[in-house]
């Protein structure tokens, strides 16, 4: 279920590219872009750990929990460093592309750990 959510949340990353090409001041859209976002925050975060949940056992889950919670915690302190680098090459709406490619490359990898280990 997480690669249709993750699919979901990616094409609305694109379709909010494309409005803010086409119309880059429209108030309305980036109103709506950051109530989006708040959900997509939300929703996003609790998929990657309910996915987690489902993959580890709980001998695995203790083992590595704290790690990954550590790795996230480190992607929310260097993400918005590499934001200020890319946005002006990229501008926003290049910025949502690539989101967009990152959530997607996510979920596919969450997609091969859970494919069955031969």
């Known amino acids: 279920i997480q690669l249709w959510t993750y699919g979901f949340f990616a094409l609305n990353l694109v379709a ?6 086409a119309d880059p001041e429209n108030a309305w859209a980036a109103r709506a872009f950051y109530v989006w976002l ?12 309910s996915v987690l949940a489902d993959l580890f056992s709980m ?12 790795g996230m915690s480190a992607g929310g302190l260097v993400g918005p460093l590499l934001s200020v680098a890319l946005v002006g090459p990229l501008g926003y709406a290049g910025m949502m592309v690539v989101s967009a490619a990152f959530l997607m490359g996510s979920a596919g990898v969450a997609l091969l750990a859970a494919l069955p280990r031969a």
Not at 16 to 21: E, T, Y
């Open 16 to 21: 909010f590219a494309a409005v803010f090409v």
């Open 38 to 49: 708040s959900v997509f925050n939300l929703i996003s975060i609790s998929v990657a750990w």
């Open 59 to 70: 001998a695995q889950a203790k083992r590595v929990f704290a790690l990954m919670a550590a």
